[in-house]
């Protein structure tokens, strides 16, 4: 039996890897981790995709000590949400440092205990924030510390690593899901459901990709496949 764990946010993201997964696996696994977050919507949010969608089990994980360290305006009310500003340089106030490096961890722990050969996570390279945990050499960094660690083989999964948010939607809409992504996760960083605030970068990014995909459906669908190999 193929299982696999996803890491999921109930964000449009790590919802489209769960989609693709249960299509992929005969048993996948949902893991959401519960920082204190500024927006504790997105629990709720992916437990009720998690269940919808039909995942095996979905676990929330207590990893509330990343509050206590790590400095964001995801995790700090005092901290403004920027608004998107294509000059901005630099890291964002809404990266959380650390972040990645221990979900991704706790995920490979957590696949070693439900016998899983795989984590996914919808990290990306491509249309990103420059959060340096998203990058394809840290996640392959790591989970080559992951395997020498725990003795024990477990791939990281990265399907979006080189789509843009256009060529998501096209792969959502490939798995005939479009609908429920765009209507039922929360990717704002206001804490917004479905198409969000239409403010933040995340909200920024979304709409941008969808209207790319919509005035060219087509094409992006036909290079969303080659870059996945999916027919």
């Not at 999921?8 to 989609?19: A, E």
């Not at 998107?84 to 990266?95: H, R, V, Y």
């Not at 490979?108 to 984590?119: F, T």
């Not at 840290?138 to 992951?146: E, G, I, Q, S, T």
């Amino acid at each position: 039996m193929k299982r696999a764990v996803v890491v999921f946010s109930g964000g449009q993201d790590s919802t489209t890897c769960l989609i693709q997964a249960l299509q992929q696996y005969d048993e996948v696994h949902c893991l959401t981790f519960d920082y204190g977050q500024r927006h504790r919507a997105e629990i709720e949010v992916a437990r009720e995709l998690a269940q919808s969608l039909g995942a095996r089990a979905h676990k929330v994980l207590d990893v509330t000590l990343l509050n206590e360290l790590a400095v964001s305006s995801l995790t700090r009310d005092s901290i403004p949400v920027p608004a998107w500003d294509p000059d901005a340089s630099g890291l964002p106030s809404t990266f959380v440092p650390g972040r990645n490096i221990l979900f991704l961890t706790l995920a490979s722990i957590y696949a070693y205990q439900v016998e899983a050969e795989a984590v996914i996570t919808g990290v990306c390279e491509t249309d990103f924030s420059g959060y340096p945990d998203c990058r394809d050499e840290f996640v392959k960094a790591l989970n080559h510390a992951v395997e020498l660690g725990m003795a024990r083989a477990v791939r990281f999964e990265t399907p979006l690593m080189w789509l843009n948010k256009a060529e998501t939607w096209a792969l959502a809409d490939y798995w005939q899901q479009l609908a429920r992504v765009r209507n039922d996760t929360l990717t704002c960083y206001n804490g917004i459901k479905g198409d969000g605030c239409g403010e933040c970068a995340a909200c920024h990014l979304r709409a941008n990709g969808l209207r790319d995909y919509q005035l060219n459906s087509a094409a992006v669908m036909q290079e969303m496949q080659h870059k996945t190999g999916l027919r």
